[in-house]
């Protein structure tokens, strides 16, 4: 089967580090994406992770181990404008299988 | 500017009124699908199209049609809408299918009563 689980809703506060986890089971997968959406908005790319290991991109950083099907996103130094949905996406074949998000609210 | 427009952003319609949505994108892209999303849920979907002239369906086909007669266009046509199909829709393009990133249109928010 194919199945994207993440947590629904974190709240961390602003100049923070928060952890989003997700765990993925998917046929042919083909690589494991995050997506960052505002409410109401288009989804916008984050990050892709093929391999193994830690892929880092200034305040995000994101972490895959195919073995153990999972997968996190980092944020480091939180701004109140990271306050959105973060997608957990794994890539398939002719498809990606979007989780249902991560709530992010950072305050101050 | 590279993008994917989706037209329109907002739609009130009554059940059985056939609605075209569309969607074009300026990347010169292969790959484009049609994605629903509902509170809750990840985004669903619907129909993709791997080139001009195929299609494929997707998760939750029911009561939608597409075409691809280009390649920049693929339009979401619901032939009788109905309630359940209130919903957040989104099309999405990529330079091929596979692991590619998808650039998303702006989203079309229609709601069927």
């Known amino acids: 089967g194919q199945n994207i689980d993440q947590p629904t809703e974190m709240t961390a506060t602003e100049g923070a580090i928060v952890q989003i986890n997700c765990t993925y089971q998917?046929?042919?997968?083909?690589?494991l994406f995050w997506y960052q959406q505002h409410a109401g908005e288009a989804p916008t790319f984050l990050s892709y992770n093929v391999l193994d290991g830690l892929e880092e991109k200034g305040r995000f950083s994101s972490f895959l181990s195919r073995s153990k099907g999972y997968s996190y996103l980092l944020l480091k130094e939180l701004q109140m404008k990271d306050s959105a949905s973060y997608l957990c996406v794994g890539g398939g074949y002719n498809k990606l299988i979007f989780g249902a998000g991560t709530r992010l609210a950072v305050h101050p | 500017e590279a993008q994917v427009t989706q037209n329109p952003r907002y739609l009130i319609t009554v059940t059985g009124k056939k609605l075209t949505v569309t969607c074009s994108q300026n990347m010169n892209h292969e790959y484009m699908s049609w994605y629903r999303q509902d509170p809750g849920l990840g985004l669903r979907q619907i129909y993709y199209s791997m080139n001009v002239e195929v299609t494929d369906k997707g998760d939750v086909p029911e009561g939608y049609k597409v075409s691809r007669k280009e390649k920049r266009n693929f339009p979401l046509i619901l032939e009788s809408p109905s309630p359940n199909q209130t919903s957040l829709y989104f099309c999405a393009s990529s330079k091929r299918q596979g692991n590619y990133g998808y650039t998303f249109g702006s989203g079309t928010r229609l709601t069927v009563v």
């Open positions: 998917t046929s042919g997968f083909n690589g």
